[in-house]
């Protein structure tokens, strides 16, 4: 059974940092692009950043710069550095794990992120 389980989530202040990490129970964790997405109150799921096997990288506008992805493919993880945190980053960060050439598609749970003073 696969799971994608997502961790690091939290409350931080404005200016501030957190870095999640999202574990996969996935069987050839390479074959998978994996991304992390973001979700705020009354507003769409909404890309964040995505990361290839071979560490290839996709930002969304608003948190390039302040976000980077990253993978540790012998761990079967993903993890996202946020620094630079604003209040608008405040949404639930879902991980996501996309098999290359399917239609093969996993989410987590989801990890709150707030950014308030």
């Known amino acids: 059974q696969v799971q994608l389980v997502e961790s690091g989530g939290g409350l931080v202040q404005p200016g501030g940092s957190l870095r999640l990490s999202c574990a996969a129970s996935?069987?050839?964790?390479?074959?998978?692009?994996m991304g992390w997405y973001r979700q705020a109150p009354g507003k769409q799921r909404e890309l964040v950043a995505t990361?290839?096997?071979?560490?290839?990288?996709n930002y969304a506008y608003s948190v390039k710069g302040r976000f980077t992805i990253s993978r540790d493919n012998g761990k079967n993880t993903v993890y996202l550095q946020m620094n630079s945190l604003k209040p608008e980053d405040t949404a639930v960060y879902y991980c996501?794990?996309?098999?290359?050439?399917?239609?093969?598609?996993?989410w987590g749970q989801g990890t709150q992120v707030t950014v308030s003073s």
């Open positions: 996935i069987s050839n964790f390479r074959l998978y692009v």
């Open positions: 990361i290839t096997s071979n560490g290839s990288t």
């Open positions: 996501n794990a996309d098999k290359i050439g399917t239609r093969i598609n996993y």
